[in-house]
């Protein structure tokens, strides 16, 4: 057996699983008649998968520690929204037996399911076995329908091990070209649902994200890029994650005539390091934010470990041993290795004229 591959293994059907659940959730919750008692379908998605996959990791790697977005304290006081969460929870399983067995099989009460939860408390740092977890990366984009990311990765010593990225509404198809209408309303249609994910020094794949077992794998690389003004750039929806006036700045300055395709969560990641998109740059927008390992570690490598190269807006590689948080980083470029010199080099000249 090569190394992580259980690891891999685990979470990647956790990862599936738990996608299963948001998906159900956003057509019963997002697009359904919500009634005035109903949580944010956010809220419920949220917890709801991070009970999932920390169930799934806790069952078969007892000993590590897990950095989840969410914890449950206010969940033990809020009976409703509990309750809400847990008939999610309950009712989703891999419909293979044999995969379901692996991650665990269902959660047993609902003590349990807030136990999960609480679980992912860890401050992280530089020593040991430690996942990031992101239940739901690119909230924003799960409410409109639009991209959103299931994330996962295995950070050992403070290094990024094992990453899977699961993308319920990214195309199956690997080579389906990014689009300025890849980012919106995508919801999981037919041919929708895309698994990513990739072990260091052992290449990325992508596979399509279903209900039973794990589909085929394929490897996936990152598209050479010719001639950067033909480049397809990538930046966040949300100007006040990443500056849309810094971006256009730089692609400018490049000669990319093309507009960016804005895309909520890590999808972003998974579209380039499959080609189907080539460079995504985050520009900070304060000072003072922090960019949280949970919304890079799995993307990191599963871009890396396609032939791309991935930094910080100085050109330093993003350093996940530092607790919760990128303390040591600020923002995110990531492209083609033999491209990225260039680019950094525009990113930090019109950054430096601020
Ligand atoms: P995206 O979908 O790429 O816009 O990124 C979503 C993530 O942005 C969320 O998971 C948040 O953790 C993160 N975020 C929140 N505030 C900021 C901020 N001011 N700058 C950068 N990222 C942020
Ligand atoms: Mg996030």
Redesign the pocket.
């Known amino acids: 057996m090569s190394t992580y591959s259980k690891e891999l293994e685990v979470a990647q059907l956790a990862v599936q699983r738990a996608s299963i659940l948001t998906k159900k959730v956003f057509h019963e919750k997002a697009k359904g008649t919500v009634s005035k008692d109903d949580a944010s379908p956010v809220t419920i998605g949220d917890f709801g998968a991070q009970a999932l996959i920390i169930q799934a990791i806790k069952k078969n790697f007892p000993g590590d520690q897990i950095v989840g977005?969410e914890e449950a304290s206010t969940l033990r006081n809020d009976i409703k929204l509990r309750d809400q969460i847990w008939a999610f929870v309950r009712e989703t399983t891999l419909t293979d037996a044999n995969a379901e067995k692996i991650v665990g099989g269902p959660i047993e009460t609902v003590d349990a399911m807030l136990d999960a939860i609480d679980a992912g408390n860890s401050a992280g740092g530089s020593k040991g076995r430690i996942w990031a977890l992101?239940p739901i990366?690119?909230?924003?984009?799960f409410l409109r329908g639009g991209?959103?990311a299931v994330c996962l990765a295995l950070m050992v010593d403070g290094d990024v091990k094992v990453g899977v990225l699961g993308c319920p509404n990214l195309p199956i198809d690997d080579a389906a070209p990014l689009t300025a209408e890849s980012g919106v309303d995508q919801t999981d249609a037919e041919g929708k649902g895309v698994l990513f994910s990739a072990v260091s020094g052992q290449g990325a794949t992508s596979r399509p994200l279903g209900t039973a077992g794990l589909g085929k794998s394929k490897s996936i690389q990152m598209k050479p890029v010719e001639d950067i003004t033909q480049a397809t750039f990538c930046e966040?929806?949300?100007a006040?994650?990443?500056s849309h006036g810094d971006q256009h700045a730089i692609v400018t300055k490049l000669g990319v005539t093309k507009p960016s395709v804005r895309?909520?969560?890590?999808a972003?990641y998974g579209s380039i390091a499959r080609g189907a998109g080539d460079i995504y740059l985050?520009l900070?927008?304060?000072a003072t934010?922090q960019?949280?390992i949970?919304?890079h570690a799995a993307g990191d490598l599963i871009v890396r470990e396609a032939g791309g190269q991935v930094t910080d807006t100085l050109g330093r590689r993003l350093d996940f041993s530092k607790g919760r948080t990128l303390q040591e980083n600020k923002g995110v470029v990531a492209a083609p290795k033999a491209v990225h010199g260039q680019v950094l080099e525009v990113v930090k000249e019109v950054l430096a004229k601020k």
């Open positions: 977005e992101d990366d690119g909230t924003k984009g991209q959103y966040s929806v949300e006040g994650h990443s895309m909520d969560s890590q972003k985050r900070p927008v304060s934010y960019e949280k949970w919304d």
